[in-house]
């Protein structure tokens, strides 16, 4: 058996020029946000508490809890929404195509009986309410000529619905059944956001012309501005009211938030400002932001998500950062007591998390080429990517930017590091083999085939190298040279991963036909086979630290754990791991498993 231990969550999908919606429940301080086709639900009090729901068939653009906070709709790319239970299996209750095109927000009434959705009307209507457990239509909306990217239902009677989006109108209906009462054209740019305050009695715009509007919540006519002293300097992308209706958080593209004092006459003044620009240039502006009970949160551009201090603005209380891209590789650091896990995903990020905390840190780097092998050995990490180049980096740090280049010469497809000798790194290339001794290549083999992974002994005198053909080739290590010893011929597919057992005495082979085989080094002959349990590709692999199990990971979403020396029926099988596949497996000891997916988390599995 095998149980879910910790999740690293992804943090929310962003749009350069767009701003995001995060939804909060007051009841259990949750947030619900996308990535890819993934809804996740973290709290704020416990950030590895994740759930995550992955029933979209295509990519998650909204969410929202309900008012009693029992269920989420979510919307899609494609402009479908599902309503399902916010807790248990995630049951679903009810699906609807709501547009032709993209849902850029979503709202529920504050019964909870009626959802308005807007977004991309392609040509059609841009904005739709229906009836949550039916789908019947609630009114027409008319009345604009572009994309709606924002939506508020009035949280008191009589029900109101503001919308605005791109052709800069903010239009008022009045319902239900729900009939256009009002437009204006107050803003010269984008609408972004339009938000109801709790008590109903006004609402807010904002927009890219670095303006807010407030508007009197039961006739629609205009009541005030924010002022434009110490106002922002950049487009406003979002808007959240405190719970008691007195005061608004926003965030810009100006990388900075802040707090506004909501006047009875309807005018809007600075109260704080927290100034979130870092060292990520476009990634620090802000996109995204909630006011949840005590919490006060905003998005960047890049994903992180800061929880900020009105007592202390000069610094977020916390951050809660991770990847937004899938991820490509896992590794592990042990360090007496304390297990670190590094993580590197499509977009070149390189995350560090720590078991038990969660999000440690960013490695900066000064590029965002895409990474495609990881290993950790020793204090060292070691990096290959679509660049080119080996990187070797000291840790503990940070500046992933200034590690040592080694240039490959060609593609890397795989890379490997002795354990016992970390002076020694293998890499299978599209051209042939590259054997790295330090900084330096010691030497490269050109090859009569495509080599798709390579591995090498612990103790630096072996290595296995797959091919495109499925043949494993074995070679030995004599100073810098490979000298063949063997072909084993297997596999009907070509090898997607390699890797010895720690203590040196095996190695395991997979391919893109699913299967896994287990070889004795010394005799080359086959330990365990029939490991053809995955349906699709398999992906990657990993030993356990006392060479006792194996894992494989495959693009069927499976992770299945094998013990060497029992048959292959007896294995554990995780299923669902990560939506959209493995990319990454790593042991932390004995029974503890880390693995990384193209859902863009990272899970920490315990097996019995």
């Known amino acids: 058996m095998a149980h879910l231990v910790e999740t690293y969550a992804a943090v929310p999908s962003t749009e350069r020029g767009r701003g995001i919606l995060v939804s909060g429940d007051p009841r259990t301080n949750s947030i619900v946000y996308c990535n890819g086709r993934s809804v996740i639900i973290r709290r704020l009090e416990n950030p590895l508490h994740v759930d995550i729901y992955g029933q979209h068939s295509y990519a998650a653009s909204v969410a929202r809890f309900s008012p009693n906070g029992e269920w989420v709709a979510s919307g899609d790319v494609l402009g479908n929404v599902r309503i399902w239970a916010s807790g248990g299996d995630h049951n679903l209750k009810f699906e609807i195509k709501a547009l032709l095109g993209r849902i850029d927000d979503l709202e529920w009434s504050p019964d909870g009986q009626r959802i308005v959705v807007s977004g991309d009307g392609r040509g059609r209507s841009f904005v739709r309410a229906f009836m949550w457990d039916t789908g019947s239509n609630v009114g027409e909306f008319d009345g604009h000529s572009k994309r709606v990217l924002s939506c508020t239902f009035r949280p008191t009677r009589p029900f109101r619905i503001a919308t605005c989006g791109e052709d800069f109108l903010v239009n008022f209906y009045e319902g239900p059944p729900f009939r256009f009462k009002a437009s204006h054209r107050d803003h010269s740019n984008f609408v972004n956001c339009v938000q109801y305050s709790p008590d109903g009695s006004k609402f807010i715009t904002v927009a890219s012309d670095k303006k807010g509007i407030l508007f009197h919540g039961q006739t629609g006519e205009k009541i005030g501005e924010l002022s434009s002293e110490n106002g922002h300097t950049g487009s406003i992308y979002a808007a959240s009211w405190s719970p008691d209706g007195k005061q608004v958080l926003t965030v810009s593209a100006d990388k900075t938030a802040k707090i506004w004092d909501i006047m009875e006459d309807g005018m809007g003044r600075v109260h704080t400002t927290f100034n979130l620009a870092g060292n990520a240039g476009v990634e620090d502006m802000q996109v995204g932001c909630l006011w949840l009970n005590n919490y006060l949160i905003s998005v960047s551009l890049g994903g992180i998500i800061s929880v900020l201090s009105p007592v202390d603005p000069s610094s977020p209380l ?8 899938s991820i490509t590789a896992v590794a592990i650091s042990v360090k007496g007591e304390e297990t670190e896990v590094y993580s590197s995903s499509y977009d070149g990020l390189i ?40 990187r070797k980096t000291p840790l503990p740090g940070n500046q992933y930017g200034d590690s040592e280049l080694t240039d490959l010469k060609a593609l890397p497809n795989d890379l490997d590091v002795a354990l016992g000798f970390s002076e020694l790194a293998i890499v299978a290339t599209d051209a042939g083999v590259v054997l790295i001794r330090g900084s330096t290549v010691a030497s490269i083999s050109n090859m009569n085939y495509v080599a798709t992974a390579a591995a090498v002994s612990p103790d630096g005198t072996e290595a296995v190298v797959g091919s495109q053909t499925g043949r494993l080739y074995i070679y030995t290590i004599r100073g810098d040279t490979l000298t063949q010893d063997a072909i084993l011929e297997r596999h009907r597919g070509a090898i997607t991963a390699v890797r010895f057992s720690p203590d040196g005495s095996m190695f395991c082979s997979g391919d893109a036909n699913r299967e896994a085989v287990v070889w004795d080094r010394i005799s080359r002959e086959i330990i365990l086979k029939n490991m053809v349990f995955h349906t699709a590709r398999i992906s990657c692999l990993a030993w356990s630290t006392d060479s006792i199990r194996v894992a494989t990971g495959s693009i069927d979403t499976s992770i299945i754990v094998y013990e060497v020396r029992k048959p292959a029926s007896n294995r554990i099988t995780i299923k669902g791991a990560h939506l959209g596949g493995i990319s990454g497996l790593a042991f932390t000891d004995p029974s503890t498993l880390v693995s990384g997916g193209d859902d863009a988390c990272v899970r920490v599995w315990k097996l019995s």
């Open 351 to 390: 995350v560090r998390w720590v078991f038990g905390v969660g999000y440690g840190n960013r490695l900066v780097r000064k590029d965002s080429v895409p990474v495609k092998s990881i290993v950790v050995v020793g204090d060292e990490l070691f990096t290959c990517g679509l660049d080119n180049k080996l």
């Open 318 to 325: 916390q951050l809660l950062s991770g990847h937004m891209k």
